[in-house]
């Protein structure tokens, strides 16, 4: 990995965004030098590291040190689209991890990746990509809620013929960072039937070994799902990779998946690629302001009590095989 002070400071993202800031302080408030703490502020980071980064742009002919004006006009950013233009407008990220969150969204919004791969597109130690990694993963207290989902890959090898599991990079999917509202008006009172529907896709779940009321049961475990926010299809997605096929007890092992699949611990994160592209997005109803999805072309009704002149029920909630 280069060292920072061989590296242009144009191709480093926290020097760009201290030269960005710079550069907005001198037509907003002409005559007027930056202090660090302003600095640190506006690009989150520690007075140290600015410091270093500030010294480089020094370095290198970009800053003049005294006023902290810039001397050379930076680089203009590249435009980017698809994946990467979203992860370059994901809000409330340092620059360490908005740079981590680039590596796959370069990728597409699905895809592979190992971590010593990607801190080395990043430009990062492996220790630091973990660190990152589990900010984007939604495990720290300032970045609850994740922006990738990680899913362990194996792969299925012969060893002494006997079946032998080698575990391959990890699949990733970049998530947007918001939690599904829970259903309320007119899209709740589908939720009954839906949850049937879901029912009858699930493969494994065998009829003939269940009672009327034990099929009742399963649908109403699946409806407190889909009354929280997850689409039918990512429920049934997510029972149907299961992989106990013949289960004894069909609605005991329904409602065991159900509690201890780690997904369906918290609300559903809408994918990345659903938001970016405007499939569907969260917002309020116009009416009565009651979390509703946005759709695009159509105005934002909740369907609820005052709003039942168009439920806003998004695509994600119909049911596809």
Not at 25 to 43: H, K, L, Q, W, Y
Request: proline share 8%; aromatic share 6%.
């Amino acid at each position: 990995m280069a060292k920072h002070r061989d590296i242009s400071p144009s191709k480093c993202q926290s020097c760009r965004s201290i030269a960005d800031f710079l550069g907005r302080c001198a037509c907003d408030r002409p005559g007027e030098r930056p202090s660090n703490a302003e600095i640190c502020a506006a690009v989150k980071l520690v007075e140290r590291v600015m410091q270093n980064h500030l010294a480089h742009l020094v370095a290198r002919g970009f800053v003049d040190a005294g006023p902290r004006t810039l001397l050379v006009k930076p680089p203009a950013r590249p435009i980017l689209n698809g994946p990467q233009g979203w992860a370059a407008t994901v809000p409330g990220l340092h620059p360490t991890t908005t740079k981590a969150l680039m590596v796959p969204a370069s990728m597409g919004w699905h895809g592979q990746l190992d971590n010593k791969a990607w801190a080395a597109a990043a430009g990062l130690s492996l220790a630091t990509l973990k660190r990152h990694r589990q900010v984007l993963a939604g495990r720290t207290v300032k970045q609850a809620v994740p922006l990738i989902e990680f899913r362990r890959i194996y792969q299925e090898v012969g060893k002494d013929g006997k079946p032998y599991w080698l575990r391959q990079a990890d699949g990733f999917t970049l998530l947007s960072g918001i939690e599904a509202a829970p259903l309320e008006g007119d899209a709740l009172g589908a939720v009954p039937e839906l949850a049937r529907a879901v029912l009858h896709q699930i493969r494994w779940f065998d009829y003939a070994m269940t009672s009327k009321a034990g099929v009742e049961i399963s649908a109403n475990n699946i409806a407190k799902h889909l009354a929280a926010g997850w689409p039918a299809h990512a429920l049934a997605a997510i029972l149907n990779a299961s992989a106990d096929r013949r289960p004894q007890s069909p609605r005991t092992y329904l409602a065991t998946v159900l509690a201890n699949e780690p997904r369906l611990k918290g609300a559903y994160v809408i994918p990345a690629q659903v938001q970016f592209e405007g499939m569907a997005r969260k917002g309020e109803c116009l009416l009565c302001h009651s979390p509703a999805w946005e759709l695009p072309g159509r105005t934002p009704l909740c369907g609820g009590d005052r709003c039942h002149e168009e439920p806003a029920l998004p695509p994600a909630l119909a049911l596809t095989a």
